[in-house]
């Protein structure tokens, strides 16, 4: 399965990506994108299964990112991984599509019980 992980942070798409391994998904395709557009253009050219998606980002925001994919008729599973895990914020990413918010700091127990009805 593939996984497009969109931050801004190369540290914290690395910290991502390393606490997916840690929950279990060692055999997951992981990509990565720096921004909503460049999310955009990924999801586009390479299918992913699930987006995972940082909500604070420059260019293009992540709760912005998530619109443009299902205005466009895009429907790829898509989650947050962000700071911020307010529940005006969980409203407002549920309302545009998303599955979940998982707040930082997060844990692999957090991804697990999160992903396994996404990738099983």
Excluded: H
């Excluded at 929950?23 to 720096?34: P, Q, R, S, V």
């Amino acid at each position: 399965m593939k996984v497009l992980i969109v931050d801004d942070s190369r540290v914290m798409r690395q910290i991502v990506s390393r606490t997916l391994r840690q929950a279990g998904y060692e055999d997951l395709d992981l990509f990565e994108a720096e921004n909503g557009r460049e999310g955009c253009d990924q999801v586009r050219s390479q299918k992913p299964d699930l987006v995972l998606s940082d909500w604070n980002m420059p260019e293009m925001t992540g709760i912005e990112f998530l619109r443009s994919l299902r205005g466009a008729g895009d429907q790829t599973p898509f989650g947050f991984v962000t700071s911020e895990g307010t529940a005006e914020m969980r409203e407002t990413a549920a309302a545009a599509g998303a599955l979940f918010l998982v707040a930082k700091p997060f844990t692999p127990e957090a991804f697990a019980e999160v992903l396994s009805p996404v990738l099983g």
